[in-house]
């Protein structure tokens, strides 16, 4: 989804920005196929986007890259930074 620069400048955590990206996400993507998981006793559902893209995988990205841009290992950061 297009992203506005403005927008994303207002952001001042890695959480929300995490937070903007999926609203757009949300906002610019049909989902295509709905994906149950059963592990022991719990059941879960996953809906993915037409596009690939999840919550978790924007999230999970956003961290390698500021990982990777700062040096610090992704198991440092956390989203109120």
Not at 19 to 47: C, F, P, R, W
Not at 55 to 74: C, F, L, N, R
Request: glycine share 4%.
């Amino acid at each position: 989804p297009e992203l506005n620069p403005e927008d994303l400048a207002e952001c001042r955590t890695l959480g929300e920005i995490v937070a903007y990206m999926n609203s757009k996400l949300a906002d610019g993507s049909k989902l295509s196929s709905v994906t149950v998981t059963v592990s022991a006793t719990v059941v879960s559902t996953t809906e993915t986007p037409a596009n690939g893209l999840s919550a978790a995988k924007v999230q999970s990205t956003m961290m390698s890259v500021v990982a990777e841009k700062t040096g610090y290992p992704t198991e440092m950061l956390e989203l109120s930074m």
